[in-house]
């Protein structure tokens, strides 16, 4: 079993800064791509950023320019600092990781708990 434990949402000014991490545990041999995903109310679950094995990046285009996504593969955990948010930011961010848990290079998608962004105008 794999776990993805996400920190650091909260409450912010439109304008401010916030910092998520999301640290995977359990058998893990190899990650494939770590990322965030995020969901509003009322509306379909979006890429926000990932980074892929190899460091290739992708970014919604909503967000370039003002988020980063970074990966310590040391640790398994994925980052995004997040700057100059808006009020069309506010959701619940989910982090998630591509994971070939026994070396078979089978990767199995694996969700956070998801944390919630809230940036007030």
């Known amino acids: 079993q794999v776990q993805l434990v996400e920190s650091g949402g909260g409450l912010v000014q439109a304008g401010g800064s916030l910092r998520l991490s999301c640290a995977a545990s359990?058998?893990?041999?190899?990650?494939?791509?770590m990322g965030w995903y995020r969901q509003a109310p009322g509306k379909q679950r979006e890429l926000v950023a990932a980074?892929?094995?190899?460091?290739?990046?992708n970014y919604a285009d909503s967000v370039k320019g003002r988020f980063t996504v970074s990966r310590d593969n040391a640790k398994n955990t994925v980052y995004l600092q997040m700057n100059s948010l808006k009020p069309e930011d506010t959701a619940v961010y989910y982090c998630n990781a591509e994971v070939d848990y026994n070396g078979s290079r089978r990767f199995y998608n694996y969700w956070g708990q998801g944390t919630q962004v809230t940036v007030s105008s």
């Open positions: 359990g058998s893990i041999f190899r990650i494939n791509a």
């Open positions: 980074i892929v094995s190899g460091a290739k990046l």
